[in-house]
């Protein structure tokens, strides 16, 4: 299975940014499909995921201000952030796993940065 995100940049506090990820490959039994991130000196942290029957989960801290959305069909994740605030700033990295398999796939990080 391969990742491949776009989007990602610089925005200034209270602007938004689009994350894509589009999954190749064996994508067969992958259920799971989101966003993690990760700050300079702090751990990969979950942003949001969403099941392959749309039932998503996000971190208490862009809840209300992110929305995640799949395409089945195109084997697709978005990820909408609104509100950005610098603590968002980190690298954000696709993410996407097989519950029934017990395997997980991660796309290259792509940067995100909230600065004015």
């Known amino acids: 299975v391969q990742l491949q995100a776009s989007g990602g940049g610089s925005v200034q506090p209270g602007g938004s940014q689009g994350l894509s990820c589009a999954a190749s490959g064996f994508i067969g039994g992958i259920n799971v499909m989101g966003w993690y991130r990760q700050a300079p000196g702090k751990q990969r942290e979950l942003v949001a995921e969403v099941t392959y029957g749309s039932s998503t989960n996000y971190a208490d801290s862009v809840k209300g201000r992110f929305t995640i959305a799949r395409d089945n069909a195109k084997n697709t994740v978005n990820l909408q952030m609104n509100s950005l605030k610098p603590e968002d700033t980190a690298v954000y990295y696709c993410?996407?796993?097989?519950?029934?398999?017990?395997?997980?796939?991660w796309g290259k990080g792509t940067l995100v940065t909230v600065s004015s």
């Open positions: 993410n996407a796993r097989s519950t029934s398999r017990g395997s997980q796939y």
